[in-house]
């Protein structure tokens, strides 16, 4: 059995990370907007740590500035998922990159998105749901805003509320009232924690936002209380090895703690993070897995399992992706 080949679940997927570089490149020859200076002679994205990444990320951002352009992005990053094996999504959107955080922008865009989501689970077989998230190093009073834009649109299709951007900016803490004005509207919260910042940044993700999902996480193995608190409160791990390793957090997939954390009961899914910054697809992140620690298909099914009990999505979604699941 070739891993690579069984279908997949990915909680944690930023859509204008997961934008190709020749997209990127195609709109901004069409908008006529000079981004050379974002890529490498070979065409791939070109960044030198986390916080260039951010800024290339930013950069390519530049040329995604109207709802017909999320449209394309959404049906070029599902069809590349449907390929890849994804059967079940979950995207990161941020009203700061559509629409700048006004609400009605923000409802142009949604809809945009969602017409193409349709289209794709039509075309390939493949659902997509919406956690809108705030951009941490945009600061607290835009992440209000971004709170506010998830709060109107709370449903079956926007799910979740979570917040990416760089973890060396501020606290958790400080994003409080935005979790708590989502949780609220009856959202679900997942916050990246233990990418860049260390244990306490997952402890304060638990304590001040009360989060049921952490993006990435991974760095809590350095404190053995913290693995059982992950335990005790049943908390999902959206871990992304792939971008860990690119942006050099471990030096390889075979010292990356996935395994150890897993071994010791936590719930950890694995996703892309932004894949072609990344070089890779959920199809590369199995077989890696598969090749570092020898998980098999069992491993897996298992994966996928406590994935999709994690899935910010209603019981009738869940239901239809675990008929897709077993009928693969
Ligand atoms: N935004 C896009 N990718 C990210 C990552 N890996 N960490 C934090 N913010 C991000
Ligand atoms: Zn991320």
């Known amino acids: 059995m ?52 951010l800024n290339v990320y930013e950069a390519a951002c530049q040329v995604l500035n109207s709802p017909e352009d999320f449209r394309r992005l959404t049906l070029a990053i599902l069809e590349e998922s449907a390929e890849n094996g994804v059967i079940y999504s979950e995207t990161f959107l941020s009203p700061d990159f559509c629409g700048g955080g006004d609400l009605s922008a923000w409802k142009d865009y949604l809809s945009a998105i969602q017409d193409a989501a349709e289209e794709a689970e039509r075309k390939f077989e493949i659902t997509l749901r919406g956690v809108v998230t705030c951009v941490r190093h945009f600061g607290p009073e835009q992440s209000k805003r971004s709170a506010y834009c998830a709060a109107e649109t709370a449903g079956d299709w926007i799910t979740g509320f979570g917040m990416g951007g760089n973890e060396s900016v501020g606290a958790q803490a400080d994003y409080k009232w935005a979790f708590d004005c989502a949780r609220e509207a009856g959202l679900q919260l997942t916050t990246h924690a233990g990418e860049f910042g260390g244990p306490e940044s997952v402890r304060d993700a638990i304590r001040h936002l009360g989060v049921e999902r952490i993006g990435h996480g991974v760095r809590a193995i350095e404190d053995p209380d913290l693995v059982h608190e992950l335990i005790d409160r049943g908390i999902t791990l959206e871990v992304c090895p792939g ?86």
């Not at 709109?27 to 050379?36: C, M, P, Y």
């Not at 239901?319 to 897709?324: F, G, L, T």
């Open 2 to 53: 070739n891993v690579a080949e069984l279908p997949k679940i990915e909680l944690h997927l930023h859509h204008e990370g997961a934008a190709p570089p020749a997209f990127i490149r195609q709109l901004a020859h069409e908008k006529r907007v000079d981004l050379s200076g974002i890529f490498k002679s070979n065409g791939s994205y070109d960044f030198r740590d986390f916080s260039h990444f």
């Open 243 to 328: 971008s860990n390793v690119v942006l050099g957090l471990y030096p390889e997939f075979d010292s990356h703690p996935i395994a150890k954390l897993r071994d010791a009961g936590v719930k950890v899914t694995v996703s892309t993070d932004d894949p072609p910054f990344f070089h890779t697809t959920m199809r590369r992140e199995y077989e890696m897995l598969h090749q570092a620690f020898g998980w098999d298909a069992e491993d897996f099914a298992a994966l996928n399992n406590t994935a999709l009990e994690a899935a910010f999505c209603d019981d009738a979604t869940r239901e239809k992706v675990k008929k897709r699941l077993e009928k693969q």
